[in-house]
């Protein structure tokens, strides 16, 4: 049981890192990143529940703490990017900043 | 139970990384954390089901919000990646056999104290002035970034 459920666990960290790696906007990159970091912390908590390891569980609720400042950071980057050159995807913004930095 | 709300999540992660529409997407993305969050509930992990709850349901997906009324009601197009699924695939088989491996070494792993507290102050005391670091320099940051951008758009 602990076997498939650690299974899960990774299928959601690769769903996580395609989504890192195949999609260009920044919603989804952050969408993605939640899903890597609660990959972690569902590792962690099956392992916190079936080997009694308590000192995993206090780690999940510090990467719950990482994933909130990491999403407040993210959002935050992201409306002032697009205050800046008007643009929703890390492609078109670094197109736009290479252009302005040939001119 | 618990591997039918797994499933669940696994298809909900899926579809919110592939659908168009931004609003599907998010109530799909929502989803996944509460059914994240009532699994956790399953496992006797109550205050992580909450906190999970709370934090993601909750505080997260406000944010992702704030994206959405940027973005606007479609995803733009993503340019063609094909080996994004390749080292996907790659990384989740590397990880599968370092677990698969790892196990029997997990099993026999005894855990020295039962109370959270007392587990959480001798293995990450340590970290609490890293995180302190990361949290002030992230306010830092964002004084800058507002700075920054009030002179842009002052001229």
Same mark, same amino acid.
């Given at each position: 049981?602990?076997?498939?459920?650690?299974?899960?666990?990774?299928?959601?960290?690769?769903?996580?890192?395609?989504?890192?790696?195949?999609?260009?906007?920044?919603?989804?990159?952050?969408?993605?990143?939640? !899903?890597?970091?609660?990959?972690?912390?569902?590792?962690?908590?099956?392992?916190?529940?079936?080997?009694?390891?308590?000192?995993?569980?206090?780690?999940?609720?510090?990467?719950?703490?990482?994933?909130?400042?990491?999403?407040?950071?993210?959002?935050?980057?992201?409306?002032?990017?697009?205050?800046?050159?008007?643009?929703?995807?890390?492609?078109?913004?670094?197109?736009? *900043?290479?252009? /302005?930095? *040939?001119? | 139970?618990?591997?039918?709300?797994?499933?669940?999540?696994?298809?909900?992660?899926?579809?919110?990384?592939?659908?168009?529409?931004?609003?599907?997407?998010?109530?799909?993305?929502?989803?996944?954390?509460?059914?994240?969050?009532?699994?956790?509930? /399953?496992?006797?992990?109550?205050?992580?089901?909450?906190?999970?709850?709370?934090?993601?349901?909750?505080?997260?997906?406000?944010?992702?919000?704030?994206?959405?009324?940027?973005?606007?009601?479609?995803?733009?197009?993503?340019?063609?990646?094909?080996?994004?699924?390749?080292?996907?695939?790659?990384?989740?088989?590397?990880? !599968?056999?370092?677990?698969?491996?790892?196990?029997?070494? !997990?099993?026999?792993?005894?855990?020295?104290?039962?109370?959270?507290?007392?587990?959480?102050?001798? *293995?990450?005391?340590?970290?609490?002035?890293?995180?302190?670091?990361?949290?002030?320099?992230?306010?830092?940051?964002?004084?800058?970034?507002?700075?920054?951008?009030?002179?842009?758009? *002052?001229?």
């Amino acid at each position: 049981m602990v076997n498939i459920e650690l299974i899960f666990a990774i299928l959601l960290f690769s769903i996580g890192l395609y989504g890192i790696s195949s999609k260009s906007d920044f919603l989804r990159i952050f969408f993605s990143l939640e !899903m890597l970091l609660n990959a972690v912390i569902l590792m962690l908590a099956v392992s916190a529940h079936h080997w009694q390891l308590t000192q995993n569980l206090a780690l999940a609720y510090m990467v719950i703490v990482l994933a909130t400042l990491e999403a407040a950071a993210g959002v935050l980057i992201f409306m002032i990017a697009n205050k800046v050159s008007d643009k929703v995807s890390p492609d078109a913004f670094n197109e736009a *900043h290479q252009g /302005v930095k *040939h001119e | 139970m618990s591997l039918l709300i797994l499933v669940a999540v696994l298809m909900l992660a899926l579809a919110s990384i592939t659908l168009k529409k931004t609003v599907p997407a998010m109530i799909a993305f929502a989803s996944m954390m509460f059914l994240l969050g009532i699994y956790y509930f /399953v496992l006797d992990e109550k205050l992580l089901g909450l906190l999970q709850i709370f934090v993601y349901t909750g505080g997260i997906v406000v944010l992702m919000l704030f994206g959405i009324t940027v973005i606007g009601d479609t995803f733009p197009e993503a340019k063609a990646r094909p080996w994004a699924i390749v080292s996907s695939i790659a990384v989740g088989a590397a990880l !599968m056999y370092l677990v698969t491996m790892m196990l029997p070494t !997990m099993q026999t792993l005894t855990p020295h104290t039962s109370n959270q507290a007392q587990a959480f102050t001798e *293995h990450y005391a340590d970290f609490v002035l890293i995180f302190a670091l990361i949290g002030v320099s992230l306010l830092y940051g964002t004084m800058k970034m507002v700075r920054f951008l009030r002179g842009k758009q *002052h001229g």
